[in-house]
């Protein structure tokens, strides 16, 4: 409700979270709308769109067909291509005006399953919610449709879940599976960049989950409900934040229990990260044990379901964005937090996909890589 | 747990009736949720002492973001834990989408989680005419729908259209018209009227209401004849259409 912005951006919206999350899993992913949203999301939430091909589709809804109830038409179009792109899924979410009307998506890809024999599911979007919402919700439907047996748990192995390159690097999974390797892990199944539609069901035998954003917090919550695979959340920035992780992986899967690793930082500091709360709150970690001083985080991300701290800060507005990066002395934000920053604060650019799409892709450092940190590091001196 | 909406023409009484059983499930120890889906937001008024609920739809208009069900619901006769839906500026918004924005908000508010209701009632403005206004007969929200009818031709009308797009959504696995309710307006052959609708239908009187000058007189003292005399003939209709709706969901 409180989502607007005059003078900076906005976070990409629910339905190009639920491209985003499901991009590599073979599905067919269709947002149904008349057209819009599909250069939204694929000329600025989509860093993947010219390198890798997906099945992501709009389905060109009409004035006519959203007025009459025309669902039929929906159902026939989907039915028609997915027989000839057999899809290893079909996913449907809504933008605001199938939304608004009260469109059945539930029963739509009921009948799209019926028809074709292909598992389909509806993602609840309304196109004004945030990617984190949709993205949560989409892994979170993979997880429990195509994960739904209990396997025996394999020792040293490890889930990622929520790897999109909306709060991540590109390149973010081969990153994080070779610090994993390093130290004896191997990857069992991923929810987002480098995930197999064919893993998903491995998801219940790992020994425990590393939740990279907080777009993997539901799905994470799910297979430890169901399960008992146990996560970490926390987005392992290079060094010692890193090996800090690594080491907590192996607590939780021995003890079972899970852990919040990206409130691992001492209390309210001078400094602070503002954006998304898991990747957000590991970077202000990392960036503490770094420089000895304390740091904090600003989650601007509405409904973000990160842990936070008592002393981190919600803003939901510009006024309020405002005032809280007004209380440091230096704030890492997207680029685009540049005019909403007040003067007397140091704004330190880390450009997040999420906040600005492409706009400054060749210039963002990869936390999770030693080159990547050491310039961040080097800019908050 | 028993899920029933409510439809029927505008002004047929389907607040009257849904606000009657309600009374009836109260008084006989089960837990109800009474959701006025309508822009009047008139439904459960006689639950509550004829006192009206701040709507939902006004709530969200004045920029709250409730976070607790007691923000958006008030508890009525027999604790009847009762909540409307209002509508958004008349002429303005869309009163269906208002319908949708509110059980999301319940969802959200684990509105059955919390509360654990035996019976939940809901009251829909007339007809089944958008997206919207079919919500309560979604999958998780009503099982069954009553349609409230009188002899009266348009009233027949309006019942018969509701019964045809309820019937319409069978295969989406939406509630089923359960049952006819009379609510009797004492016009020339008004029983064989409605008995030769719900024949055609293929569908049951569940119950009828006979009009009742008793109801006005305990409305205007903003309750129910329910509450305010159960031993009243009308007051033991809407008992007996609470019993067999109880016999019917615990066979």
């Known amino acids: ?381 | 747990m028993i899920k029933i909406a409510i439809y029927g023409k505008g002004g047929i009484g389907k607040s009257t009736v849904t606000s009657h059983l309600a009374a009836a499930f109260a008084a006989m120890g089960k837990r109800v949720v009474q959701i006025g889906c309508d822009p009047k937001a008139d439904s459960t008024m006689n639950l509550l002492g004829g006192r009206p609920l701040t709507p939902v739809m006004d709530l969200l208009r004045d920029g709250a973001e409730p976070e607790r069900l007691d923000q958006i619901s008030a508890t009525g006769f027999g604790g009847v834990v009762c909540i409307e839906t209002g509508g958004p500026t008349p002429g303005l918004g869309c009163a269906g989408r208002g319908i949708i924005a509110t059980f999301q908000l319940l969802e959200e508010l684990d509105l059955f989680g919390v509360v654990k209701p035996d019976v939940v009632l809901y009251d829909v403005l007339g007809d089944v005419v958008c997206g919207g206004f079919a919500a309560p007969i979604r999958e998780g929200y009503a099982s069954q729908v009553l349609i409230v009818t009188s002899g009266e031709k348009m009233a027949l009308y309006a019942a018969n259209n509701i019964n045809t797009a309820v019937e319409q959504f069978a295969g989406r696995g939406y509630a089923r018209v359960r049952g006819v309710v009379l609510n009797r307006r004492n016009v020339p052959d008004e029983e064989a009227k409605v008995r030769a609708f719900a024949e055609r239908i293929g569908r049951p009187v569940v119950a009828d209401i006979p009009r009742s000058d008793e109801i006005n007189l305990y409305e205007e003292q903003g309750q129910t004849a329910v509450q305010g005399d159960p031993a009243l003939p009308v007051s033991r209709r809407f008992f007996a259409l609470a019993e067999l709706l109880l016999r019917e969901a615990d066979a």
């Open chain 1, 1 to 381: 409700m409180k989502q607007f912005s005059v003078n900076g951006s906005i976070y990409a919206a629910d339905t190009a979270g639920v491209c985003s999350a499901l991009y590599e899993l073979g599905g067919m992913t269709i947002v149904h709308d008349a057209s819009g949203c599909n250069s939204t999301y694929s000329t600025h939430d989509e860093p993947r769109w010219y390198d890798r091909e997906s099945m992501i589709y709009i389905s060109a809804l009409t004035e006519r067909d959203a007025v009459t109830g025309d669902d039929e038409k929906l159902i026939g179009d989907v039915c028609e291509a997915a027989a000839r792109l057999k899809p290893n899924f079909v996913c449907l979410c809504a933008s605001p005006m199938p939304a608004m009307i009260g469109t059945d998506m539930d029963y739509i890809a009921a009948g799209i399953e019926s028809r074709t024999g292909i598992p389909a599911f509806a993602v609840r979007t309304n196109g004004i919610g945030t990617y984190q919402k949709g993205a949560s919700d989409a892994f979170r439907a993979v997880s429990r449709r195509f994960c739904a047996r209990e396997t025996e748990k394999t020792p040293k192995t490890v889930n990622l879940l929520g790897l999109t390159p909306l709060d991540l690097p590109a390149g973010a999974d081969e990153t994080l599976k070779a610090l994993l390797r390093a130290h004896g892990y191997t990857v069992q199944a991923s929810l987002g960049m480098g995930g197999a539609f064919d893993d998903l069901p491995k998801l219940a035998g790992a020994s425990v989950s590393l939740v990279t954003s907080g777009c993997g917090l539901a799905a994470a919550r799910d297979l430890y409900e169901r399960f008992g695979v146990p996560y970490v959340t926390a987005f392992p920035v290079y060094g010692k934040y890193a090996e800090l992780v690594c080491s907590l992986l192996a607590t939780a899967a021995l003890t079972g229990k899970c852990v919040d690793a990206c409130t691992m930082r001492p209390g309210r500091g001078v400094n602070a990260v503002a954006g998304e709360g898991v990747t957000g709150g590991s970077l202000a970690a990392a960036l503490a044990m770094e420089t000895g001083e304390g740091w904090d985080l600003i989650a601007p991300v509405e409904g973000d379901p990160s842990p936070t701290l008592p002393f981190d800060l919600r803003p939901l507005t510009d006024d309020e964005t405002r005032l809280a990066m007004g209380r440091y002395e230096r704030v890492v934000a997207d680029p685009l937090y540049a005019p909403i920053c007040p003067p007397r604060t140091k704004l330190i650019e880390l450009p997040h996909v999420a906040y600005s799409g492409r706009c400054f892709l060749r210039r963002a450092p990869d936390a999770l890589t030693r080159a990547g940190f050491e310039t961040i590091l080097e800019s908050v001196k």
